[in-house]
Nanobody, 124 residues
Framework: QVQLVESGGGLVQAGGSLRLSCAVSGRTVSSIAMGWFRQAPGKEHEFVAGISGSGGRTYYLESVKGRFTLSRDNAKNTVYLQMNSLKPEDTAIYYC?????????????????WGQGTQVTVSS
């Protein structure tokens, strides 16, 4: 049974930073692809960032490149999303996801496991 537990969301002013964490159990993060999606009110889920299992290659939504950094700690079996220079349009529920494959994909249906989500609110 794979479980993903997110933490680190909250309220921050524009220009501020937050770090989201996703603790993984049931699989090792170095063997599976992990992703972060977000869903703003009234909108569809949106791929934000992903990291491949083998090699740890990262992928980002164009609008977060240079501001967000996805990393993982194999010893802690945890992935992190460091979010800097946050903007009001980054406000959403952020979900940690994992898929039973080491390659990153960008669709909601490509991911087998989802965390409960954590709210990120950026005030202007």
């Amino acid at each position: 049974q794979v479980q993903l537990v997110e933490s680190g969301g909250g309220l921050v002013q524009a220009g501020g930073s937050l770090r989201l964490s996703c603790a993984v159990s049931g699989r090792t993060v170095s063997s599976i692809a992990m992703g972060w999606f977000r869903q703003a009110p009234g909108k569809e889920h949106e791929f934000v960032a992903g990291i491949s299992g083998s090699g740890g290659r990262t992928y980002y939504l164009e609008s977060v490149k240079g501001r967000f950094t996805l990393s993982r700690d194999n010893a802690k079996n945890t992935v992190y999303l460091q979010m800097n220079s946050l903007k009001p349009e980054d406000t959403a529920i952020y979900y940690c996801t994992a898929r039973e494959n080491s390659g990153v994909r960008f669709g909601v249906r490509d991911y087998d496991y989802w965390g409960q989500g954590t709210q990120v609110t950026v005030s202007s």
